[in-house]
């Protein structure tokens, strides 16, 4: 026949922890620990407090969202990317000792050897020709100019990237140097 065990008392008669056992030996009150209680947690959050910290969360990444404008990122990027082609159209021109002639056309700049040869530069690392458009919404002026073997350019020239606002990349004519 088995035995009930109530909830205050283990199966081997080790007393719960909120009732003192009686010292076998004297009438001192011990208090023993049961090994199978559980304990609580000291550290960590609350089930509360994480939703409170995801809600505030949400709400400030929403603000943050729609005070993202892409047009402006899109305008300094290709901005960017305008500065990059010239300074590498003119690194190639002093590296390879040869010209390389900078078109700007149709919202795109493009890289390519004048005649007598008449290639265009291949965009590494691939075979494609190097060509660059402009995102939507994101224009430049025409423009074309060729970097000697030397590096410097046959005129001066100042390109004009226009989204939200206008950027100026400038190519001085002496030197080439480009900002």
């Known amino acids: 026949m088995r035995r009930e065990v109530s909830p205050k008392h283990s199966w ?5 922890p ?9 009438s001192e009150t011990v208090t ?3 090994r199978y209680c559980p304990r609580r947690a000291s550290g960590g959050f609350t089930l509360i407090e994480l939703v409170v910290t995801i809600v505030i969360a949400s709400v ?26 010239v300074r590498y159209a003119q690194k190639l021109a002093v590296a390879q000792r040869r010209n390389v002639t900078v078109t700007v056309s149709g919202n795109s700049i493009s890289l390519s050897y004048p005649a007598p040869v008449s290639l265009p530069v291949l965009l590494p690392p691939s075979t494609d020709p190097y060509v660059i458009n402009a995102p939507t919404g994101v224009t430049i002026g025409n423009v074309s100019f060729t970097f000697d073997a030397l590096g410097k350019p046959s005129a001066g020239a100042t390109l004009t990237v226009t989204g939200d606002v206008a950027r100026t990349i400038t190519v001085e004519p002496e030197t080439g140097y480009v900002h």
């Open 12 to 16: 081997r008669g080790i007393r719960h």
């Open 18 to 26: 909120a009732q003192p056992a009686r010292s076998p030996r004297s």
């Open 32 to 34: 023993r620990v049961h």
């Open 60 to 85: 400030l990444a929403a603000f943050a969202i729609a005070r993202i404008d892409r047009k402006a990122f899109d305008t300094e990027g290709y901005a960017n990317q305008v500065t990059s082609s």
